[in-house]
């Protein structure tokens, strides 16, 4: 029972580390280059450049909700087989939040000045989700995944068809989180129920709408 408490309090310690990280700090991927290196500089007009901002910042916020559901589910996941497998998924997806923060200042606008508030609500979301038990956590991690992937679809749709390196972030972006998707099913995920996969998007909507503007 201690050595299960304290492995449970050095998990919490942990993920409050990569939190504050997560916010205020350079985020902790795999080191990989971001897929705009390279890349020409577009010639946007105001308003392209103005839409592609707000797209990116929407991106980046959902990066900082998914850091926080998977922390939360790393702290109460049973299994550390599971607790492997978000951390792998964590580092990548802290590479598409450095990606999508470095883009934004290239655009010339900032980060959604509500990234504290999402992160702590979805933090409790992967918490909840991590203790109802792995195969349930695994779902909604499926789940989670399934709808970025819909949403940085319709954001290639959006953005300005010659800004190549917002594209090239957001494709790989896409790619990267259907594969996190693909994981978690292969894993033994079990469907979520209809009404949470509704709250879900609705959750979602309310982030995206939200940060476009703030």
Known sequence: ???????????????????????????????RP????????PDLDRQERRKAA????????????????????????????????????SAEENDHLAWCEERLVRLGSHTSY???LFYIGSLGIGALAGAAGDRWSLGFLAQTEEQVVQH????????????????AIVEQMRIEESGHATTALEAGAAR????????MRLSARAMTKTTYWI
């Open 114 to 116: 509500l990234n504290p």
């Open 34 to 41: 971001s897929p705009a290196l390279g890349l020409p500089e």
């Open 152 to 167: 940085l679809s319709k954001h290639l749709q959006r953005l300005p068809q010659q800004d190549r390196p917002s594209r």
């Open 192 to 199: 979520l129920p209809g009404p949470i996969r509704h709250l």
């Open 54 to 89: 707000r797209l990116m910042r929407v991106n980046h916020c959902g990066e900082i909700c998914a850091q926080a559901l998977y922390q939360g589910q790393a702290i109460s996941a049973r299994n550390p087989s599971l607790r492997q497998t978000l951390a792998r998924a």
């Open 1 to 31: 029972m201690v050595d299960r408490r304290y492995s449970l309090l050095d998990r919490v310690i942990a993920q409050f580390d990569t939190g504050v990280q997560t916010l205020f700090g350079r985020p902790r991927g795999t080191g």
